[in-house]
């Protein structure tokens, strides 16, 4: 069986300086190498480990990045090793087939979301509100597609306030996600999971493995053929479990060395 791997990045096989405190042992500097650069700054790394793994699997042409971040987000990454074939951004709304953006997937995309929820508009109208009254520091749209909210400190007041939006969310069609100082809302039928089936059909895959730490990765975790997720993040707090994911013992960078590891155990013989 031909398989691919569906993996997230932020949390997942990439960490900034914070998410790597999730784990009792930051590595050290020298095992840690910067791949999200803008100008002088570095938001996030990857281990060393992760590295030559993540490089291995590129260039067998077996990785399929499923991020939530923008194109501009993703393609500023300095991932090692071959540019992946396909890459799903946005959290599902596009898909980039050797660095191009996929037209038809799109308009699909556009479809779906026309035909049911909140519009928008009307929820971009809504989160602006809530910047003003609810002590939220910027309000940014990720190419029309859906909306987030930013703190400058996760302040407690937040995983309350996440409550109460998703019950809004859900009432109008869209759904809350927090992660760490970023409140994100997205439309119900935009995911992960239909774009990184559409990839693999495309790649002439017959076999998915995926790996994820929020609840964005949720559906893909549960339609994949195996998962996994560490245990930190979106998806350990609430306690998310399928009969094939499994959890890694280590939080922090240390999963991430644990998930690719997994990946390539994957991807070498088929075996869950």
Known sequence: MTTVVATDLDGTVIFSE??????PVRPADEDLVPVDVDGERIYA????RVVRQWTGLADAGVVVPATTRSVEQYQRLRLPGQRPAAAVVCNGARLLVDGGSDAG?????????AEG???????WQEAQRWRDQRGFDAVRSVEDFFIYLTV?????????????????GRINGWRVSLQGRKLY????????????????????????????????DADMLREAHAAIRPAHGELHLTGFTSPHCRT???AGAAAGDEIVDWYVAQTGDGRP
């Open 185 to 216: 809302l997205l439309p119900t039928g935009l995911d992960k999971a239909a774009a990184v089936a559409h990839a693999a059909e495309r790649l002439g895959a017959d076999r998915v493995v995926a790996g994820g730490d929020s609840l964005l």
């Open 248 to 250: 890694t013992a280590a």
């Open 105 to 113: 997937w799109e308009r699909q995309v556009r479809r779906r979301l």
């Open 152 to 168: 400058v400190r996760r302040e407690p007041w937040l995983e309350a306030f996440a409550d109460e939006a998703a019950e809004w």
């Open 117 to 123: 929820g909140a519009t928008f508009d009307t929820v």
């Open 45 to 48: 790394y990857m281990t060393t």
């Open 18 to 23: 914070k998410a790597m405190s999730h784990g």
